[in-house]
């Protein structure tokens, strides 16, 4: 009789094990067999205009006229004096709710107990609106993570921007937010004559369907920040330090080289960044740098340009030479800091700051001036300033309210609205008089205090839509403004796709975020010009061809292939 | 009546006793006996359970076109989609390239340096010196990855501390930090300075623990410092490198993400590209969804699941008890 092996090939726990095994891959197999392919995130497209289910449009004439008169949206109007503000809303609805919505927030967040949230809530009515402020630098990215877990209270404000960080934002609005559209569509004007007479357009931009291909399940999902044109961003230059060295102002790409050669040494910089601005400056505009070619009868990325490799070359010879700041690859640069230091000539920036520099140099804060650089192209092309006029974003109010309760929000909405020289936008805007401003010589109102840091610097209620925008504040700022925007009207250009929201599909979002640090390799010195063929091509395999295809649908279903 | 008593030993013939029996105990008595030791484990199960357990059935969700808006029954299975579109992604090779390199440096280079750093504190006689000692390579642990940066950036960036004195005596400015070339050597600076300190803890704790007696004894055999060391000490301490040895081969596609994410942008993906940032870059930023991440996530969870297995597998077989062994 043999004994039993340890070596036995079959022991009795290894063929439970085996059976096991075996039967949960049997039962998976028909799982596998039964698979579909991946349809998800694959792109949307959502027309803004033809709805029949907007609020119906009602002027509301403005209280007081603006001193120059531009041409909104790109050229807006302008006050060089504060006038008297008058009341908007005299018939308070009576709000005894209490409500927090989400809100971005750049730097240190207001203390909530300020008395300029008390005051605000009592003049609109009594409603309690307390603010979830969430750090504005991760906004984007944390939002999606809040929205899927229902934990951003009852509202959510995003910028237009900050839709990028969903893999499917279509798909999140009208799953998460509440559908305004029997609420808000047709005449609201007598309980919300603000809100009635914001655009059409802009509320048409707050509209998304439950099926992208069926607008019959189109629906206002959002309450719409403001309608504005214009630009927003540029590249600010330090024009006392060029006059003091003899610079001029450079009118050229080819210019800005030199003034930048002269400008640099050892501890001083032309640049500390420079990269998301500056396609305009060598042709390169579109949505998310698609445009229509007409004779190919297709989309057309700024990357298949020859022009995109001048604009490579260009951030290659700054680097190579020495004209951007060494440690700029590093991300961890405070280039407004350096900038007021003199050691840095020209940041890229939002121009909010132009006025922002004025007002600490005449309080004391700051020394020299700032001045945008005017509208550049390389090689004698005529330049171009893309603009594009639209809502900034949204404020999205959550599905489980119910509907007195989003119409409180509204009420609250539709008061935020009343624009400048009202009372309403003073308080909003400027704080308590005598505690967060008071008005200076010339009678425009001035922060002190708290004002800075309680009520001008923090996004809270004043993302809300207003009637009407201007450019308002300190006169000489207003002038510099109205005059820059006035000088650069002759090189506008309007994007295809003007008031049409496009999602790209997410493997050409994801073969964009690799496409952009393969640009930085590049323009820091990591990878040769030489790489960019490749660098295009690998994109197009790996998702620029689908979103190409995606934006060419949506341009020939809404323009046809003129 | 007398009886006569036998003091001889028992017959070797005698029959054997029978085994003795216990009487098995039911459920409802072990309960009875053992609540409190359950009682005290109920926490720890609790958390797995939440935190580890559920999440890990959620691991089905790389099987399918999954929508966090959709019922869950509703998504439809895909089988393994998620894992194609994963390895036919060019990007995905050299993160997981990038992550091996990481893993081997860390294995090879970190591990040995906090067993050598133990060692050192070891022989360090006087407690003033010790403790100073100890204070200065266990408080960059608890920097977070920005201020490691950042203070690398400060001191060895372009510009600089050293870059700035190099340039005052007339050299070259220095490129360091933002160097994909010379990256792996600055990584592993900064796991040197961050984490070697850290790492020694357990193998000063196995290394308390040797008898004293032993190293004596050696001493008085005529055995130097060296020889105490190579025949004490590194056996004394063997069982423990082995076990952290195989965790961390279980953890080698699991490098870290912030050290890498932060430091991207100054030297290029191709250079910090890892499992982790990979991950979130495709998935979160560029968008994939959660389908693709969890794929992702299970392919990283298999192979360390394989590797742990086959490191204990190996640590048997050389005489240690590894991880867990079988009862």
Known sequence: ???????????????????????????????????????????????????????THEDWPLPVQPDLVGEPPHHPSAFTSYPTPVQAITDLPSGKGTYEITIPCWGTPPAQDDPYFAKVAEAWGGTTVKIRQGDGMTYGDTAVQWVKANEYGDGIQLFNYMTGSFANFQETVVNSFYDL???????????????????????????????????????????????????????????????????????????????????????????????????????????????????????????????????????????????????????????????????????????????????????????????????????GRTPIVPLSAGIGGWTFLNKDLSKEQVEEILDVANWCAAPYGTTEYQLLQYGV?????????????????????????????????????????????????????????????????????????????????????????????????????????????????????????????????? | MATLQSTAPPEADEAPRPPVVRRKRTVAQRFRHDWPLLLLALPVVAHLMIFHYWPSLWNIIAFMDYSPYRPFWENPFVGFAWFERLFNDPYFTPALLNTLKFAALNLLCMFPLSVVLALAMNSIISLKVRSTFQSVVYLPHFFSWVLVVTVFVQVLGADGLVSNWIMDGGGERLNFTSNPDTFLFLVWLQWAWKDAGWGMIIFLAALASINPSLYEAAASDGAGRWRRMWHITLPGIRPVIILLLILQIGGILSVGFEQYQLQRQAVGYQATEVLDTYVYY???????????????????????????????????RLGEQGIYQKS
């Open chain 1, 1 to 55: 009789m043999t004994n039993p092996s340890d070596q036995a090939p079959f022991k009795r726990r290894s063929l439970f094990k085996a059976a096991g095994l075996g039967a949960a891959g049997a039962a998976g197999l028909p799982i596998i067999a039964a698979c579909s392919d991946i349809k998800s995130n694959s792109g949307s497209t959502q027309d803004s205009k033809g709805f029949d289910f907007l609020p």
């Open chain 1, 181 to 379: 559209t029997e609420i808000v569509q047709g005449d609201i004007a007598e309980r919300w004559p603000l809100l009635a007479a914001l655009p059409s357009d802009s509320w048409g931009q707050a509209v998304w369907s439950k099926d992208p291909n069926d607008p019959e399940t189109a629906g206002i999902y959002a309450i719409p920040m403001t309608y504005s044109g214009g630009q927003g961003n540029g590249i600010l230059a330090r024009t006392d330090l060029l006059e003091a060295e003899g610079l001029a102002m450079p009118t050229t790409v080819e210019e800005l080289l030199e003034v930048s050669r002269a400008w640099t040494t050892n501890s001083r910089w032309a640049f500390v960044g420079l990269d998301w601005f500056i396609g305009q400056w060598f042709n390169l505009g579109g949505v998310d740098g698609w445009n229509w070619d007409p004779d190919q009868k297709k989309m057309i990325n700024n990357i298949e340009k020859p022009e995109f490799t001048e604009l490579m070359e260009f951030r290659r010879t700054l680097w190579d030479e020495g004209l951007i700041h060494p440690d700029a690859p590093t991300g961890t640069l405070d280039a407004a800091a350096m900038q007021e230091a003199g050691q840095v000539m020209f940041t890229q920036d939002n121009l909010v700051r132009w006025n922002d520099y004025n007002l600490k140099v005449k309080n004391g804060q700051a020394e020299g001036a700032v001045a945008p650089l005017p509208p550049l192209a390389a090689k």
């Open chain 1, 433 to 562: 008089e005598g505690e967060h401003f008071e008005l200076d010589a010339s009678g425009n109102p001035t922060y002190i205090g708290a004002g800075p840091e309680v009520v001008q610097g923090p996004v809270n209620f004043k993302a809300f839509a207003q009637v009407d925008t201007f450019l308002t504040g300190d006169p000489d700022m207003v002038a510099a403004r109205f005059e820059y925007n006035a000088s650069i009207q002759q090189y506008v250009v309007e994007p295809p796709f003007q008031g049409v929201r496009i999602e790209a599909p997410a493997a050409a979002k994801a073969a964009g975020t690799t496409l952009w640090d393969q640009q930085s390799d590049i323009a820091y010195g990591r990878a040769e010009l030489s790489s960019i063929p490749e660098m295009v091509e690998t994109y197009f395999k790996n998702g620029g061809e689908e979103a190409r295809k995606h934006y060419t649908d949506a341009y020939l279903a809404l323009y046809g292939d003129e």
């Open chain 2, 282 to 316: 495709q998935s979160i930023v560029g968008n994939q969804g959660e389908s693709f991440g969890t794929a992702a996530g299970l392919f990283k969870g298999v192979i360390g699941l394989i590797l742990i297995l086959v490191a204990n597998k190996i640590a048997h």
